[in-house]
């Protein structure tokens, strides 16, 4: 009687490849629920986007410039009230140890490092490199006051407006710390809600509002020009990776299956 003998070198093989392929399949699937890796945006290193307008090392920006810190690229604008031709200085870069950066702004105290300005009513947009988007945990914020010698109080918020997977909106906002002994405005903790915080976003865009006098904000030009200014730094986020597709996985293991039973 003849019999057919399949090589024990094939059975073998077939069954390390089964196991090769299932352990890359349990890796996989440990790699869509891979955690959020942290980062924290202090604008301590950040690396200008060069272009004809913008140098290396230039510490001031209009509207479009833009920079890349922890994997996030971060670009200035105006605010959606702006006209078309306001385009001049919206942001900068504050040495807080730097005596002469503030002697037009009356800059907050309390941060210690350098920090991001928006002026002029100017916003920043974040968005990350790699990833399928991030979330916001918090930061730290101030009133950047257009002018020294402000009665205490606070003339606003800081808001942030994030943009969803789906392409919906989310919004969070903050009244602006007040002023400390000596009549300078200072830096607070902005920890965001559990729903804003716990929404993945794609891109984020943050900016001031001023009170309107009557318990809300006020984008009226002739109140805002120039005057809805912030304070940013140590932004905390969290980068969602992408989700590892298993499909194909799942098709190798199908096929290795299939030529197991013809040999068979």
Partial sequence: MTRLITPAVHTNATGVLKKLLCASLIG???AVAAPASAAVVTFDSVQNIVTPQLNAGDTVYNTGDAFTEAGFTLRVANSASADADEVGLVGALVDSSNA???VITACPVGDGSTYFAGLNDG???VSVNVGAGFRVGGLSYAFLAPAAGLSNASYGQLVLTGTTRTGGTISVASAFPGQNAAGRFTFDQFLVDRAFGGTTLTGLSINACLYDGAGGCTS???????????????LDLAVIPEPTSIALMLLGLAGLGAVSRRRK
Wanted: with cysteine.
């Fill in 123 to 125: 916003m920043l947009n």
């Fill in 28 to 30: 996989a699937l440990g």
């Fill in 100 to 102: 002469f950066a503030c």
């Fill in 220 to 234: 009226a030009r002739d109140v805002t020009m120039n005057q809805a200014q912030f304070a940013l730094d140590n």
